[in-house]
């Protein structure tokens, strides 16, 4: 749950920074082929159901996952030059006090850095981390889920 909350924090930041713009062909949904004739070629697709005759567990599917991220970081920690200690310490300097829940190492437009989640009694933070001079690329507050769902809303005064 972790992994998919930093991925999930790490994307929302990039998003909300501007570094990924994603072309209107990636973005635009693939066609659905249907069984049925009438049926709208780009509807959702949950417009027919496919079953397999192999049923996976999601627990076993939970331990691929896990085998395949461990697979991923173990071929990439070769080519760090800063180790993951290294880069716990630059996220500690910068937020001293901070707890670091997750740290992981991982590729952004093929730049290798640490992605951290480092968290204090208040406040929540992505980290990004040069994997090869520990340098802090970038440092962004997460805003809570509260602050994501009432942005923009106009603040009731205390006489309503």
Not at 30 to 47: D, I
Not at 120 to 140: H, Q, T, W
Request: glycine content about 4%; aromatic content about 6%.
């Amino acid at each position: 749950m972790k992994r998919w909350f930093l991925t999930a924090a790490a994307a929302a930041c990039l998003i909300s920074t501007g570094w990924w713009q994603a072309p209107a062909h990636v973005l635009a949904a693939p066609a659905v082929e249907s069984a049925e004739p009438n049926a709208p070629v780009n509807g959702p697709s949950h417009q027919f159901e496919i079953h397999s005759s192999v049923q996976v567990s999601r627990e076993i599917l939970r331990e691929a996952y896990q085998a395949s991220h461990d697979a991923y970081t173990k071929k990439l920690q070769k080519y760090a030059k800063c180790t993951e200690a290294q880069a716990r310490k630059a996220v500690m300097s910068e937020h001293p006090g901070c707890k670091i829940e997750d740290i992981q190492l991982r590729n952004i437009r093929t730049n290798l850095v640490y992605m951290a989640i480092a968290r204090d009694d208040e406040d929540k933070y992505l980290v990004i981390v040069d994997a090869g001079n520990g340098n802090i690329l970038l440092d962004r507050r997460i805003p809570t889920h509260h602050e994501r769902v009432f942005a923009g809303a106009p603040v009731p005064s205390r006489n309503e």
